[in-house]
């Protein structure tokens, strides 16, 4: 590996890919590439940046996509789409850090551990297994699986455990079953910690903490003051149900 690192992420405008590139950004050995289909939505400040080059494409350009692959020194994605993107997208670019001597791939996405699940139980997590796997059929170039937990930025409105115009965390089971959750600057600084290893591949799990409803609420209090209330939603049998009858393949709603 040269004495300058190139990073290439495909998917740069994503807000994980952004912290990622201002954490790489603070070391002096790194150049970056990135694609995203509107380079008009980057910060001004990233696309004037010398040691950084943006390719305007989307996911299934395969002549621009491979100039932003070539002679990279790792590769990473940053996609958060649907289910075929995030099959058919990353599989476009592993084959082409196949062709081009990427010798590592960071895959997308970066959260819950779907190695401990079955095929089907989150639907939108079988493109990560069917990604991991279709990695392990390459010769040269190494996956490499980044797991932190839960982003805590998103996470929390997404599965609707926090109700911010009330002041409600809201539960299933306990509220004294731990979550593991991670911030998106923390789970960018990790990722760009990964990238600029050339040891690091496989699967390499980080966490930001590890908290029970009752403590975020705690900590909530300590931090800002008041008190969340708190509500329980059920049982988790109550959740298993729920989900079982509807179909539903969010996890906690």
Not at 103 to 130: C, N, Q, V
């Amino acid at each position: 590996m040269s004495s300058t690192t190139t990073v290439a992420i495909a998917g740069i405008s994503s807000r994980l890919a952004l912290g990622v590139v201002a954490s790489l950004l603070q070391r002096p050995d790194v150049t970056i590439r990135g694609s995203c289909r509107d380079s008009s939505k980057l910060p001004a400040s990233l696309r004037n940046d010398p040691r950084v080059s943006i390719i305007q494409t989307g996911p299934y350009d395969k002549d621009a996509l491979r100039g932003l692959l070539k002679s990279a020194d790792v590769a990473m994605c940053t996609y958060f789409a649907d289910n075929q993107t995030m099959l058919e997208g990353q599989k476009l670019l592993i084959d082409l850090c196949e062709e081009e001597g990427v010798m590592r791939y960071i895959a997308s996405d970066y959260t819950t551990d779907y190695t401990k699940l079955d095929w089907g139980d989150i639907e939108f997590k079988d493109p990560m297994k069917h990604v991991k796997a279709y990695l392990e059929t390459k010769k040269r170039v190494k996956g490499v699986h980044v797991l932190i937990g839960l982003l805590l930025d998103m996470n929390l409105d997404w599965l609707e455990l926090w109700d911010a115009k009330t002041k409600t965390l809201r539960y299933w089971g306990t509220g004294h079953e731990k979550w593991e959750f991670t911030t998106y600057q923390t789970a960018a600084e990790y990722v760009a910690a990964v990238a600029m290893d050339s040891s690091a591949v496989g699967v390499l799990k980080f966490l930001g903490d590890r908290k029970s409803m009752f403590e975020i609420a705690d900590i909530m209090e300590s931090v800002y003051g008041f008190k969340p209330a708190l509500e329980s939603r059920g049982s988790l049998k109550d959740l298993a149900q729920r989900r079982a009858s509807s179909g539903q393949q969010h996890p906690a709603k």
